[in-house]
């Protein structure tokens, strides 16, 4: 694994992210996610997942850590870490990804379990060939809206 900044800052964004999971709000899967983000200025915002009985309003862990920055005034991210108590750490969901593709195209992925596995990513890698554009439309195609 190749981390391009200091271990430090990884160190403080895992502790972060560890620190996060604690709030997890996951009374229906029992699965509990956290995460953490780092911005430019070196702010951090951390996330849980959070559950609802309408299941599909659940938001996961990365989109919090997103949102909780975003509405504190945060324009660039540069790191995450996602953990989780699993086997091998795990991968953020296709919504979580296509949030990070809008967010954070540029962002480095830290995904890591309790026993210290560690898996490095980016988000181009997570999500190549994203919708992340909003292209014209073809003349023919625009319907009557
Ligand atoms: N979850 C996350 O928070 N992040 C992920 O990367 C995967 C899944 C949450 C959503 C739900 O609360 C629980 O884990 C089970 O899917």
Not at 36 to 58: F, H, K, M, P, R
Request: hydrophobic share 40%; net charge negative; glycine share 6%.
């Amino acid at each position: 694994m190749t981390m391009t900044n200091s271990q430090t800052t990884w160190d403080v964004l895992i502790d972060a992210a560890w620190q996060a999971r604690e709030h997890a709000y996951a009374p229906y899967s029992g699965f509990r996610v956290g995460a953490a983000v780092q911005c430019a200025d070196g702010s951090i915002y951390g996330g849980c997942n959070i559950e609802n009985v309408s299941y599909g309003l659940t938001n996961c862990a990365e989109r919090t850590a997103m949102f909780q920055a975003v509405a504190n005034g945060a324009k660039e991210f540069h790191r995450m870490v996602i953990c989780a108590d699993t086997p091998e750490p795990i991968a953020p969901c296709g919504a979580c990804r296509q949030v990070m593709v809008e967010l954070a195209p540029q962002m480095e992925v830290l995904l890591i379990n309790k026993e210290g596995k560690q898996i490095f990513t980016t988000v181009e890698k997570l999500m190549p060939y994203s919708f992340s554009d909003f292209p014209q439309q073809t003349e023919n195609d625009e319907g009557d809206v």
